[in-house]
């Protein structure tokens, strides 16, 4: 189990930006995948971006060209850069980290697909 902490959510107008960051601490050794997800009242948790351990970064097309994920592994730290924030992008953004088995299996991105965080409100709104 990795200790996940989020921060950096808030309101902010469209067109706005913010940046959360994920804290990690114990068994960091663990991570093979590190990412965030996000969900709407009503609707189901999903993938945002993530982090594979070989480099590797994925999007929802959603937010491509808008949204940055990137780590930095001194800090132990997991940053992810919204700019052009719409509406549509309110929700609870949560921070996640899972292993190379649960990566790989039917459990990634679920309630028991890794650790997670407790989660920052990101309220877009005029």
């Known amino acids: 189990q990795v200790d996940l902490v989020e921060s950096g959510g808030g309101l902010v107008q469209p067109g706005g930006s913010l940046r959360l960051s994920c804290v990690a601490s114990?068994?960091?050794?663990?991570?093979?995948?590190w990412g965030w997800y996000r969900q709407a009242p009503g609707q189901e948790r999903e993938l945002v971006a993530n982090?594979?351990?070989?480099?590797?970064?994925n999007y929802a097309d959603s937010v491509k060209g808008r949204f940055t994920i990137s780590a930095d592994n001194a800090k132990n730290t997991l940053y992810l850069q919204m700019n052009n924030l719409k509406p549509e992008d309110t929700a609870v953004y949560y921070c996640?980290?899972?292993?190379?088995?649960?990566?790989?299996?039917?459990?990634?991105?679920?309630?028991?697909?890794?650790?997670w965080g407790q989660g920052t409100q990101v309220i877009v709104s005029a």
């Open positions: 114990r068994n960091l050794h663990t991570i093979y995948a």
């Open positions: 982090i594979v351990v070989e480099g590797s970064s």
């Open positions: 996640n980290s899972a292993d190379g088995n649960t990566y790989y299996s039917e459990n990634y991105g679920t309630e028991r697909g890794g650790s």
